[in-house]
């Protein structure tokens, strides 16, 4: 399972928040991608643990905490496979 206080940012990837919406830039590759609101408080709050990411989500939208957790796990799945999360080891 892939939990966020595993994780940290990639130090090659920028970021800003706009609007709620962060705007990831990978720098070496040129590439943007860009989250909406829920991953934006993924990003933001990378690090602290999954419980408490999902139920600061489920407290946030329309969702239950369970259903938050699925998304988190799979969001940072999809973020590790981007490149833009790197094992905290690293």
């Known amino acids: 399972m892939a939990s966020p206080e595993n994780f940290k940012r990639n130090p090659d990837v920028s970021w800003r928040t706009i609007e709620g919406q962060s705007v990831l830039v990978f720098n070496r590759e040129g590439e943007i991608q860009v989250l909406n609101e829920v991953g934006t408080y993924v990003w933001e709050h990378m690090g602290e643990p999954i419980e408490i990411m999902a139920r600061g989500i489920a407290s946030e939208y329309d969702v239950s905490e369970e259903e938050a957790l699925k998304d988190v796990e799979a969001f ?7 490149g833009a999360i790197l094992p905290a080891e690293e």
């Open 76 to 82: 940072l799945e999809e973020l590790k496979g981007s």
